[in-house]
Nanobody, 120 residues
Framework: QVQLVQSGGGLVQAGGSLRLSCAASGSIFRIDYMGWFRQAPGKQRELVATITRDGSTNYADSAKGRFTLSRDNAQKTMYLQMNSLKPEDTAVYYC??????????????WGQGTQVTASS
């Protein structure tokens, strides 16, 4: 079964840093797009950043200059380094990926979610 497992996150003071990881597991042939979304209480889920297989990245304006997205294709893992965290970054963060399994069926998968809290 193809799945995404998240790690990292937690509680930091405003201005601090955290790193999130998202690892894909299962019978995987290929992972194309990967990305991070977040959802704050009472708000809709929003895009944070995306990365293509060749490493091209795209960031929401709120993340530009503070967050860095990277991936290790060999390890099937994506990382989100978050610096200069602000209270408004507080949310549950979800990773998302488009994965082609060994049967060549393509799935969109979500991670389980990770709480990130930046206290003022």
């Amino acid at each position: 079964q193809v799945q995404l497992v998240q790690s990292g996150g937690g509680l930091v003071q405003a201005g601090g840093s955290l790193r999130l990881s998202c690892a894909a597991s299962g019978s995987i042939f290929r992972i194309d797009y990967m990305g991070w979304f977040r959802q704050a209480p009472g708000k809709q889920r929003e895009l944070v950043a995306t990365i293509t297989r060749d490493g091209s990245t795209n960031y929401a304006d709120s993340a530009k200059g503070r967050f860095t997205l990277s991936r290790d294709n060999a390890q099937k893992t994506m990382y989100l380094q978050m610096n200069s965290l602000k209270p408004e970054d507080t949310a549950v963060y979800y990773c998302n990926a488009l994965i082609t399994g060994s049967t060549l069926v393509t799935y969109a998968r979500w991670g389980q979610g990770t709480q990130v809290t930046a206290s003022s």
